[in-house]
T-cell receptor
Framework: AQKVTQAQTEISVVEKEDVTLDCVYETRDTTYYLFWYKQPPSGELVFLIR??????QNEISGRYSWNFQKSTSSFNFTITASQVVDSAVYFC?????????????FGTGTRLTIIP | AAGVIQSPRHLIKEKRETATLKCYPI?????VYWYQQGPGQDPQFLISFYEKMQSDKGSIPDRFSAQQFSDYHSELNMSSLELGDSALYFC?????????FGAGTRLSVL
């Protein structure tokens, strides 16, 4: 069975600080996808990144960066120079690498509040 | 670019009533998923369809049913609604690169 753990339920930081959201996963599959989604107060799920298990390269997109470490089953997400608009609930998710069925198993989410 | 369209965005029903949620996936996406997100919870997988056939099933109550039609749109039917069915219901569709979510339907059961 797949499981995603986001141990940080809530985080608050002052604007412009850096913040890292942790994600640890469990799966018996040797190939899989990992995702991060942002859910702002309006409720929609905004896709941030998908990473397949073959690719352990870290990725940077603007103020966002992701650190994938297969050895520790972690896929952490860092926001640099945080802004108030980053306030949201962030979900880490895992899916099998199964064409035609990429159902996601979500973590319980981390509520991030950026204090102006 | 076209996104996943869900309707209605908000729905208010009373206990024991029936609700139908609709989802229009991104064109040429072959897989549709339904998720339920209760208040303060993470989204939970309900059911998925690949090329109009049910491909997987999660913790979907027997009171719920879903199907995907020939034009690839999907409907989630919920009968005998209970207070606990109040949630945000997401539809998603996928292609080879990622899973795209609709804006969700917020169902309130009174």
């Amino acid at each position: 069975a797949q499981k995603v753990t986001q141990a940080q339920t809530e985080i608050s930081v002052v604007e412009k600080e850096d913040v890292t959201l942790d994600c640890v996963y469990e799966t018996r599959d040797t190939t899989y996808y990992l995702f991060w989604y942002k859910q702002p107060p309006s409720g929609e799920l905004v896709f941030l990144i998908r990473r397949n298990s073959f690719d352990e390269q870290n990725e940077i997109s603007g103020r966002y960066s992701w650190n994938f470490q297969k050895s520790t089953s972690s896929f952490n997400f860092t926001i640099t120079a945080s802004q108030v608009v980053d306030s949201a609930v962030y979900f880490c998710a895992l899916s099998e690498l199964n064409f035609g069925n990429e159902k996601l198993t979500f973590g319980t989410g981390t509520r991030l509040t950026i204090i102006p | 670019a076209a996104g996943v369209i869900q309707s209605p965005r908000h729905l208010i029903k009373e206990k024991r009533e029936t609700a139908t949620l609709k989802c229009y996936p991104i064109p040429r996406h072959d897989t549709v998923y339904w998720y339920q997100q209760g208040p303060g919870q993470d989204p939970q997988f309900l059911i998925s369809f690949y090329e109009k056939m049910q491909s997987d099933k999660g913790s979907i109550p027997d009171r719920f049913s879903a199907q995907q039609f020939s034009d690839y749109h999907s409907e989630l039917n919920m009968s005998s609604l209970e207070l606990g069915d109040s949630a945000l219901y997401f539809c998603a569709s996928s292609s080879r690169d990622r899973v795209y979510f609709g804006a969700g339907t917020r169902l309130s059961v009174l």
